[in-house]
């Protein structure tokens, strides 16, 4: 990218990123607009699927002076291309472009101005195999499923059930479930066998972070919990 490409996007979110003037590696001003200088591919596994925590350690690791990410949280999609992803699909399965890209593990919940920096220095997610990403919605389906037994919304409208009650519930509801679930041959789900040796709080931990959208904010715990592997959260 030889002399650095301008960064296209609107007035508002292109000022956002001068205050990274000097602290990004990838960021330079030029005739009153910035540039960036290079672009960062996004980490992938050997199917093809985005590594979300190792991106955003990528992304960060731009950063070299100390920075406090402002604008109000919006979602980032990994694959963030709606266009793109939109046309994928077939006769049985019309939809696969679309769920793919609003997987939850596919998806971040992101200061504004953080978000404007991965789109100007990040290139697109190269597109995946059909097969893959159709395996990837139905494994994420069946994990968002059995988070939906042990998640604490479960019971939550039963003011008639004490609370040690409804948490007994929920542990038998996410066993039970267990039961029926395929591992799958993507790995989104994690080992069965050892999320079936969990209680109710283990399970949720270990699962919400695949089966819900993960946020990454300023603080040192929300960092701290974002970069948690979902093996640190099972007791193995």
């Not at 042990?150 to 039963?158: F, P, V």
């Not at 283990?202 to 972070?209: K, P, V, Y």
């Amino acid at each position: 990218m030889a002399g650095g490409e301008r960064v296209s996007m609107p007035r508002a979110d292109e000022q956002s990123l001068r205050q990274l003037i000097g602290k990004s590696t990838l960021l330079v001003e030029r005739d009153g607009h910035v540039y960036v200088t290079d672009k960062l591919e996004i980490p992938c596994d050997e199917f093809g699927l985005p590594l979300r925590e190792q991106f955003v350690k990528d992304v960060l690791a731009t950063i070299v002076e100390p920075h406090v990410w402002t604008g109000s949280y919006d979602l980032h999609h990994l694959a963030w291309s709606r266009e793109r992803f939109r046309r994928i699909g077939s006769k049985d399965h019309p939809s696969v472009g679309v769920e793919f890209r609003g997987a939850p593990q596919n998806k971040l919940r992101l200061n504004r101005q953080l978000h404007n920096y991965i789109h100007a220095s990040t290139h697109e997610l190269r597109m995946l195999d059909f097969g893959v990403m159709l395996q990837f919605t139905q494994e994420t389906t069946r994990l968002v499923q059995l988070y939906d037994t042990i998640c604490l919304r479960s019971y939550e409208d039963r003011s008639d059930i004490p609370e040690d009650e409804k948490e007994a519930k929920r542990l038998e509801n996410f066993r039970a479930k267990l039961e029926t679930v395929k591992q799958g041959w993507l790995g989104v789900m994690p080992d069965v066998d050892i999320l079936k040796t969990l209680d109710a709080t283990e399970a949720r931990g270990a699962l919400r972070g695949i089966a819900r959208v993960k946020g990454l904010s300023n603080a040192r715990k929300s960092k701290r919990t974002f970069f948690a592997s979902t093996s640190d959260k099972i007791a193995t």
